[in-house]
């Protein structure tokens, strides 16, 4: 079992900054990659962007170039720096985790079934952002 809490979510103006964190404990080392992802009221969740074993880290379009998935070496914690925030970025954050190599194939591919290969999540963290 992998226990995941996210922090750090808020209220910014557009172009802001903000820094997700997501504390991480139980059997993380089992876990082949980290994931955030977010919801947003109405939509589906999405993948944002997600680290593997190895450090290799991918994005979802509308993050690259504005988000940065970082996670510490010993695994505990699980970062998201946003930066140029937009209103469209507007949601529910989760850290999710899984041990299987197929979720991240999954999550690579764009496929929008992968939220569902995810066992293990956080309860989530709000980040709105204003006009």
């Known amino acids: 079992e992998v226990q995941l809490a996210e922090s750090g979510g808020g209220s910014v103006q557009s172009g802001g900054s903000l820094r997700l964190s997501c504390a991480a404990s139980g059997s993380i080392w089992s876990t082949y990659c980290m994931a955030w992802f977010r919801q947003a009221s109405g939509k589906e969740r999405e993948g944002v962007a997600a680290?593997?074993?190895?450090?290799?880290?991918i994005y979802s379009e509308s993050a690259k170039g504005r988000f940065t998935i970082s996670q510490d070496s010993d695994k505990t914690m699980l970062y998201l720096q946003m930066t140029s925030l937009e209103p469209e970025d507007t949601a529910m954050y989760y850290c999710a985790a899984d041990e299987a190599r197929s979720s991240w194939y999954a999550f690579r591919a764009g496929n929008p079934a992968t939220p569902q290969l995810f066992g293990y999540w956080g309860q989530g963290t709000q980040v709105t952002v204003s006009s």
């Open positions: 680290i593997d074993t190895d450090g290799t880290t």
